[in-house]
């Protein structure tokens, strides 16, 4: 049986008044994909970005590969983001007047040094070796989510989170993103976490966990 | 930073304490013993780099710092009361140079080391950290700290009561800033460690930064001066190596351009080139090493992983070399203008008799016995003469031109306790003042009749034109 990769214990979020997070358990196994489903203000994002180390919990602990975020300086949940986490999100959030190749060599810059070979190689493994010197403006919505994916796996983290990676996109692209996106990680053997609303995006998971109001209601695995 | 902090403080306080001395412009107990601020502190940086580089041996670094500082400053004294006047300051001065170049040399031995993989200087370079290491390390900065800050004193002929005094001084001084030294240690995070190599040069640009503060123990100016007359002599050996006469063959206009290796401008760039060459041959080595090997990794993000340590590994080791060149230079600059105002008066303009003779009262509106350096300005035939009276500390008065038989006629000024040659920077130390040779002022023949010092007119016009103007000419380019 593998370890947990994800370990919370009564993880809570409050934004002043509001609760963003209810008390949380939750275990994540490595290498498992969990998607995470609930309507807007359920606590997905909030739940995502601190497993991914870009916000601090309220009460509660919570452990990523075995490293107690909380206990952690702002260096050193930092040097976490940038070793073992890679995010996609909904809005590419690339620098638009850089090429594709030069928004991925911007990960490997703060990971550690830049090494365009090494990037070019992604972008060629996300079926892009054709657009490495194109920006962001050049290329459809599926090609900037997979320059994003090249982007987030580019380090080799052991996690690999997905805030609503696919909402942007049409249903060809959808397949064509959650196909590469299983290929890599049989490959890479990460462990991804992906909100959606979506319910066939959630079905490419091994578990669906869904949320309501910062509270855990329901979980289900994929059949299959 | 540590470093960079304390310099900054020395540098500083340095300065304010000159400051204070000159304007008492007496040398009270109270001057003295401000005057030794930035040596202690200085020495205080030292034993705080120690105990931070050698943890764990805190005990051996406290009680070795005590025990060298207390033999510095007995020891320094006892070389003063043991030689005539003149000599000790050689005596101390060739012992801290020979500490220096050795201290200096094991830096640069100990970067050398840290920075080349796989090779060792020192045998037994293990001992270093072990208490005996640690401890002769300690004693020997300390020693000579203690051998500085003693300079600092004035020469006064001691008996043997007041050096037994002044070593229980020393030891309760040391005792009491080693202790604080070691209690600021404590306060200071773990984190902030010490190589050895990095500890070698901390300590040597300490000690180089109080002896260059003081006056006498300026080693700089005496290494620029090194490289200026060397390369004087080569540009003259080499001419006559090839059975050229230089001064009958070479034009006046190539001398123009020959002349210009003669300035002190070259003493100290040549200085420096020697100086720090060692230090930033290192630093090229490093930046031009070859990063390790990564092609067996496999993963991307490890291969850039262990090459981005080995970036930041070299980047680190680059900050050794470097901050050396950086408190060096430093310590060469301030050396270069030494802290202490000159007394220069303004020559005042003279005649002479009808016989010839210039005539200057020893107790008139100027009185020529109060130890100051009296400039006078003599024209006679459309030559000007520069030159001054001075009373010695063994009581002599000495007439002297304002110029020397080797430098361009700069002139001299007073500071404590020496004369110093404008165009060199050489010191001359007072007693020696009204001696001929080398860079001490030509001495000029007078007599005293009465209360009045009397000088012949033409003999020192020809004094003048023999022995200075040439020089001048030499040393300005022209033949």
């Known amino acids: 049986m593998s370890e947990n990769i994800i370990e919370t214990n009564g993880l809570t979020r409050n934004y002043g008044d509001i609760c963003a997070l209810k008390p949380l358990d939750l275990q994540v196994p490595e290498g498992e994909w969990l998607s995470v489903m609930g309507h807007s203000g359920s606590g997905k994002s909030t739940l995502m970005n601190l497993v991914g180390g870009l916000d601090r919990p309220s009460a509660g602990s919570l452990r990523v590969g075995g490293k107690d975020l909380l206990a952690l300086t702002e260096d050193g949940l930092a040097r976490f983001r940038r ?49 490495l010197k ?25 996690l690999l989170l997905g805030d609503e990676p696919t909402g942007n ?21 990460f462990t991804v976490i992906m909100v959606t609303h979506n319910q066939e995006v959630a079905a490419w998971g091994d578990r669906t966990i869904y949320l309501d109001d910062g509270v855990l209601v329901r979980e289900e695995r994929t059949a299959g | 930073m540590i470093l960079i902090f304390l310099q900054s403080s020395v540098f500083s306080l340095n300065t304010l304490v000159t400051l204070k001395v000159l304007e008492s412009n007496e040398r009270d107990t109270m001057a003295i013993s401000l005057k030794l601020i930035p040596h202690l502190l200085a020495w205080f940086g030292i034993v705080l780099i120690l105990l931070r580089g050698f943890a764990g041996r805190r005990s051996v ?51 050398y080391r840290s920075t080349g993989r796989g090779i060792t200087i020192f045998q037994g370079e293990r001992r270093g950290n072990f208490p005996l290491g640690a401890g002769i390390a300690a004693c020997m900065a300390s020693i000579v700290a203690g051998a500085i800050c003693t300079c600092g004193l004035p020469a006064a002929g001691s008996t043997l009561l007041t050096l037994l005094l002044l070593a229980v001084a020393a030891g309760a001084l040391a005792y009491a800033l080693a202790y604080s030294a070691q209690a600021l240690d404590k306060l200071l995070p773990n984190s902030y460690t010490v190589s050895l190599s990095g500890m070698l040069v901390a300590v040597v640009a300490l000690l180089l930064c109080s002896s260059s503060s003081l006056l006498r123990l300026d080693l700089f100016s005496p290494l620029s001066m090194k490289v200026m007359k060397g390369v004087h002599d080569f540009v003259h050996q080499f001419m006559e190596s090839i059975l050229i006469p230089d001064h009958l063959f070479i034009r006046s206009y190539i001398w123009k351009f020959i002349g210009l290796l003669f300035g002190k401008e070259v003493g100290f760039w040549g200085g420096l080139v020697i100086w720090f060459i060692p230090a930033l041959l290192i630093a090229m080595a490093i930046g031009f090493e070859r990063l390790p090997s990564v092609a067996h990794l496999r993963q991307g993000a490890k291969r850039r992983t262990v090459m981005a340590a080995a970036i930041r590994e070299r980047r680190c080791r680059l900050v050794i ?46 009185d020529l016995e109060d130890g100051k350096l009296h400039k006078y300005l003599f024209k006679q035939g459309g030559r000007e003469v520069r030159f ?37 920077k050489t010191l001359i130390p007072l007693d020696t003042v009204g001696k001929p040779g080398g860079c001490n002022p030509v001495p000029v023949a007078f007599s005293v009749k009465g209360e009045n010092v009397v000088i012949d007119g033409i003999t ?5 034109s023999t022995t200075v103007q040439a020089t001048a000419r030499v040393k300005e380019g022209g033949k």
């Open chain 2, 61 to 111: 670094v406290t009680v070795a710092s005590i025990a060298g500082f207390v033999i510095g400053v007995t020891g320094t004294c006892i070389l003063f009361r043991s030689f005539p006047v003149a000599i000790p300051f050689v005596v101390v001065k060739s012992a801290l140079g020979v500490s220096f170049l050795f201290l200096w040399g094991a830096s640069i031995a100990a970067i």
């Open chain 1, 134 to 158: 194109n920006r962001p403006g050049e290329l459809s919505g599926g090609e900037q989510q997979r320059v994003c994916i090249a982007r987030a796996i580019i380090n080799s983290p052991k």
């Open chain 2, 460 to 464: 020192l016009v020809n004094s003048w």
């Open chain 1, 169 to 189: 996109l049409d249903h060809k692209s959808t397949i064509m993103v959650m196909e590469l996106l299983k290929e890599l990680r049989a490959e890479e053997r």
């Open chain 2, 321 to 366: 070399p470097l901050l050396s060149v950086v408190v060096f230079a430093t310590a060469a600059y301030q050396s270069s203008f030494p802290s202490v105002e000159y007394w220069d008066p303004k020559p005042l303009p003279i005649t002479a008799d009808q016989s010839g003779e210039i005539t200057i009262p020893k107790k008139g509106e100027i």
């Open chain 1, 83 to 131: 070793e073992s986490v890679g995010i996609i999100f909904q809005q590419h959030h690339m620098v638009p007047y850089l090429t594709a190749v030069e928004n991925v060599m911007m990960a490997q810059y703060f990971h550690s040094v830049p090494d365009e070979a090494e990037a070019r190689s992604a972008l060629e493994r996300v079926g892009l070796g054709h657009r």
């Open chain 2, 388 to 424: 001054f009276v001075l009373m010695t500390p063994a009581g002599q008065l000495t007439v002297d031109l304002d110029a020397c038989a080797i430098c361009k006629p700069d002139g001299y000024g007073q500071a404590e306790g020496s004369v110093i040659c404008y165009y060199c």
